[in-house]
């Protein structure tokens, strides 16, 4: 990661922008994941939130186990290229 890349990551940590980007981001997949699972664009197009902070928000998701990529790919509604969508992770129940 580049010093200015970490900067601004530190950054955003610090001014609480990551977390409410992760739960705008949480919401949108919840809300509008139509057992397809989305797109990063898809999810971009709807929050509006930059596809850059889009892709390192579900990343730490993904991290957390809140989100998760299913077995299959399908194309994306907004490029049209084949993608793996991200789905809300299945928490384990005790």
Do not use: F
């Not at 001014?15 to 994941?33: F, W």
């Amino acid at each position: 990661m580049q010093d200015t890349s970490r900067l601004a990551y530190k950054q955003i940590q610090k001014e609480g922008i990551s977390k409410n980007q992760k739960q705008v981001i949480l919401n949108c997949v919840k809300n509008h994941d139509r057992g397809l699972g989305m797109s990063l664009r898809e999810i971009q197009s709807i929050t509006g939130i930059e596809i850059n902070a889009v892709s390192g928000r579900v990343n730490d998701l993904k991290k957390a186990n809140l989100l998760s990529h299913p077995m299959w790919k399908r194309a994306c509604k907004i490029s049209g290229r084949k993608i793996n969508p991200v789905i809300i992770a299945i928490q384990p129940t005790i």
